[in-house]
């Protein structure tokens, strides 16, 4: 444990989860936030006219929510990974190919991060958005970070996150999962069959450094109906994998 941790500031952990539960809200009256935090809500308020004093927060009546201000803070550091800026063209090229959504994530954390998303012209709406933070066991686009991370990294993100289920097709054994991220380092690609959301299919590659170490995955997500056979899935397996190499040798050579 870090010192850090030995020595929490509490204000500002008060402060966090506040941010947190509104993140999660989207948008709520002072009441229900202090409810859900189980604090009293002279001290939310308090907390909540700070974060309006320095425009991280805007009340809209009687509710209160994140401002744009995050999203500024989001931008600036997104453009600063190199992972972004060379995936973008990449995977919009993608999602305009095959007319799908197309993810593009890296891992922070033992949890994947959503850093851009493509939609192509006859593409599915998911509930992600810029910086949702999702599990590594459960989509496409986790296992292929999940799956060509060390093994002691494996071990230790399964350990503290678990294989919680996100629908009855998720992987919760931890042997079954071992078994499936051996097949994904081996063929270099992962898939998912409805293990986070309902009806839906996808496939993913990771992106690497030229050392080898996994920097994130780039999928393509679909109705579970369109890719319902093993050329359809093939087809869509290659052009993820293409897409991921152009951004690997972008990555390498800019």
């Known amino acids: 444990m870090n010192d850090g941790a030995r020595h929490p500031v509490k204000a500002l952990e008060t402060t966090m989860e506040i941010v947190e539960t509104l993140t999660e809200l989207r948008s709520a009256p002072l009441r229900e936030i202090a409810a859900v935090l189980e604090m009293n809500k002279s001290t939310v308020h308090n907390h909540l006219s700070t974060l309006r004093e320095h425009e991280y927060v805007v009340k809209e009546g009687e509710s209160y929510r994140l401002s744009l201000r995050f999203l500024t803070v989001g931008g600036i550091l997104r453009n600063e990974i190199d992972l972004y800026e060379a995936a973008k063209p990449k995977v919009d090229d993608l999602a305009d190919e095959t007319g799908e959504l197309v993810t593009l994530a890296t891992h922070e954390r033992g949890l994947g991060v959503v850093l851009y998303r493509a939609k192509g012209g006859n593409s599915v709406e998911l509930n992600t958005h810029i ?21 002691e990294r494996i071990e230790a993100i399964i350990d ?17 999962m071992h078994e499936e991220l051996e097949r994904i380092a081996e063929q270099g690609w992962a898939y998912d069959d409805e293990e986070r959301w309902r009806g839906l299919r996808c496939v993913a590659a990771p992106i690497r450094t030229e050392d080898g170490a996994v920097e994130g995955a780039v999928s393509l997500s679909t109705p579970k109906s369109r890719l319902a056979n093993d050329d359809a899935r093939a087809e869509y397996v290659d052009a993820v994998k293409n897409t991921a190499n152009l951004v690997e040798l972008s990555i390498t050579y800019s």
């Open 131 to 151: 910086g949702t933070q999702l599990p590594l066991h459960n989509s496409a686009l986790g296992k292929a970070i999940l799956g060509h991370l060390p093994d």
């Open 160 to 176: 503290h996150r678990g294989l919680p289920p996100g629908t009855p097709n998720t992987i919760t054994d931890e042997g079954r």
